[in-house]
T-cell receptor, first 117, second 112 residues
């Protein structure tokens, strides 16, 4: 149980285009979903926290108009990178906290590798 | 105060040996301390977690030792195997938020 999926697993796009990444909790409902960014050989950097039906809370320094987050249901959150540029190239990972059970647990998705040309 | 310091940055261990990774924190409000394993190109996977009410937790070959007074916790991997080669992250959570604070990671290489 506690499986989180991400789609796509990797995406290559041209500079200036927008890219949507989906995060789904497959076998549980998630009160909260988190979006992280990870640079090569670095730790995970929290970008934003989203709760179903409400606006996402962004970490300091993360542009909310650049990284649009929608948490439409208890099993789906999406991250849209708008007008992507090469510096947005990174590994994006989502996680989800179960509605039932410990509020502390976070189950991570497999990540999405974004390359902006 | 929100930082979690992790060491070493990298670690090489012989097959069958013990791998030890250490973490330290400052925020006494933290009350949940998980360890994650991450393989290249994959998301982190929860290995084991501990809360401050116990000093040790063991699951198979993985053990967390927790020292509340020193605000330190460590991961011990017994009988390390080449398949354990990965990056390990400690983390901490607690207080007013549900945000995980990650350590900087340790790249473990287990040599056959």
């Amino acid at each position: 149980g506690a499986v989180v999926s991400q789609h796509p697993s990797r995406v290559i796009c041209k500079s200036g285009t927008s890219v949507k990444i989906e995060c789904r909790s497959l076998d549980f409902q998630a009160t909260t979903m988190f979006w992280y960014r990870q640079f090569p050989k670095k730790s995970l950097m929290l970008m934003a926290t989203s709760n179903e039906g409400s606006k996402a809370t962004y970490e300091q320094g993360v542009e909310k108009d650049k990284f649009l987050i929608n948490h439409a249901s208890l099993t789906l959150s999406t991250l849209t990178v708008t007008s992507a540029h090469p510096e947005d190239s990174s590994f994006y990972i989502c996680s989800a906290s179960p509605l039932a059970g410990s509020r502390d647990e976070q189950f991570f998705g497999p990540g999405t590798r974004l390359t902006v040309l | 105060q929100q930082q979690v310091k992790q060491s070493p940055q990298s670690l090489i261990v012989q097959k069958g040996g013990i791998s030890i990774i250490n973490c330290a924190y400052e925020n006494t409000a933290f009350d949940y301390f998980p360890w994650y394993q991450q393989f290249p190109g994959k998301g982190p996977a929860l290995l084991i977690a501990i809360r401050p009410d116990v000093s040790e937790k063991k699951e198979g070959r993985f053990t967390i030792s927790f020292n509340k007074s020193a605000k330190q916790f460590s991961l011990h991997i017994m009988d390390s195997q080449p398949g354990d080669s990965a990056t390990y992250f400690c983390a901490a959570l607690g207080g007013a938020t549900n945000k995980l604070i990650f350590g900087t990671g340790t790249l473990l290489a287990v040599q056959p």
